[in-house]
T-cell receptor, first 116, second 112 residues
């Protein structure tokens, strides 16, 4: 079982739709959770960063972490064609990881297309 | 503030050659990590450097090595290139005490 599982999609939605992206993980030491957006042939861009369980909102984006279920989500409201990209979840153990403090473990990414 | 920069952006090499990639972190960031991204394996951690010391290493063969200079710039070297080394190599920088990592645009390496 991979440490981080993410449905690769592809996911295709109409403009204005609410998008839900998810990852599950198996390592209970993970406590820092990130979502990155990666456009084709570009480096990943940090979208959201959450520590431990809870919700965080930033504009049209909401990140949720449920550590009891080892499940994280990213919601995109009023999706736009410019949101079309690959979305990657990433996690690190922080101080619980010993020598692996800052290493990020990524999901494989979900390819999202928002159609005008 | 300028972001993470990586050079070169594209590189074509043949099997058996070696290659050196360069990364300049965000100003003030002392931690630099390297990742390999392939369609099959996704993003995988290579190693992290902090203040010129390797702090952590991923599961890659010894052909992959790196170093960091006193100005925090980092280089990654791959010796005896194999076809499977074709990938996007990404560098990320992090501020001291922070957990967010900021990525550069990557170097796309093609091994023929």
């Amino acid at each position: 079982q991979k440490e981080v599982e993410q449905d690769p999609g592809p996911l295709s939605v109409p403009e204005g739709a609410i998008v839900s992206l998810n990852c599950t993980y198996s390592n209970s030491a993970f406590q820092y959770f990130m979502w990155y957006r990666q456009y084709s042939r570009k480096g990943p861009e940090l979208l959201m960063y959450t520590y431990s369980s809870g919700n965080k909102e930033d504009g049209r984006f909401t990140a949720q972490v449920d550590k009891s279920s080892k499940y994280i989500s990213l919601f995109i409201r009023d999706s736009q064609p410019s949101d079309s990209a690959t979305y990657l979840c990433a996690m690190s153990a922080g101080e619980l990881g010993g020598g692996s403090n800052y290493k990020l473990t990524f999901g494989k990414g979900t390819l999202l297309t928002v159609n005008p | 503030k300028a972001g993470v920069t990586q050079t070169p952006r594209y590189l074509i090499k043949t099997r058996g050659q070696q290659v050196t990639l360069s990364c300049s972190p965000i100003s003030g960031h002392r931690s630099v990590s390297w990742y390999q991204q392939t369609p099959g394996q996704g993003l995988q951690f290579l190693f992290e450097y902090f203040s010129e010391t390797q702090r952590n290493k991923g599961n890659f063969p010894g052909r992959f090595s790196g170093r960091q200079f006193s100005n925090s710039r980092s280089e990654m070297n791959v010796s005896t290139l194999e076809l499977g080394d074709s990938a996007l190599y990404l560098c990320a920088s992090r501020s001291t005490g922070g957990y967010e990592q900021f990525f550069g645009p990557g170097t796309r390496l093609t091994v023929l």
